[in-house]
């Protein structure tokens, strides 16, 4: 892979990461300005910037749903087709990165890809 590639395939593996970030600010903004409204408000509607607000979380979760989903798949293919690991650290990094998805992406990145290796430490 080039080194173009590489650069891009890591900022794709960290960005469910941001897009988490993301959603948490926003989640958390839109309770603390509702909760400010509703102060303000005695009427009993809702606030009307809220939907507005709501119309943005419900945009950032498919794109996270996406991202994720298409990583977790390229990294399983590309941890079963890497000559580097044995059988053993296959099976290990496959378990990282279906537990830790969007951890275990830039640690894969970082320690299979960006470094690459040249050669495993021991063979069996």
């Known amino acids: ?14 960005l469910p990461l941001l897009l988490l970030a993301v959603y948490i600010a926003f989640f958390i903004g839109l309770f603390t300005s509702v909760f400010r409204e509703s102060l303000q408000q005695q009427s009993g509607r809702p606030p009307e910037f809220m939907m ?17 989903l298409g990583l977790l798949i390229y990294y399983i293919v590309h941890v079963m087709n890497n000559t580097r690991l044995d059988g053993m650290e296959r099976l290990v990094w496959i378990f990282i990165i279906i537990f830790t998805t969007m951890i275990g992406f830039p640690i894969y990145w970082y320690m299979q890809i960006w470094k690459a290796p040249a050669a495993p430490a021991y063979s069996s």
């Open 52 to 68: 507005s607000n709501v119309g943005l979380l419900m945009a950032i979760i498919p794109l996270l749903i996406v991202t994720t």
């Open 1 to 14: 892979m080039s080194k173009t590639g590489k650069i891009v395939l890591g900022i794709v593996s960290f």
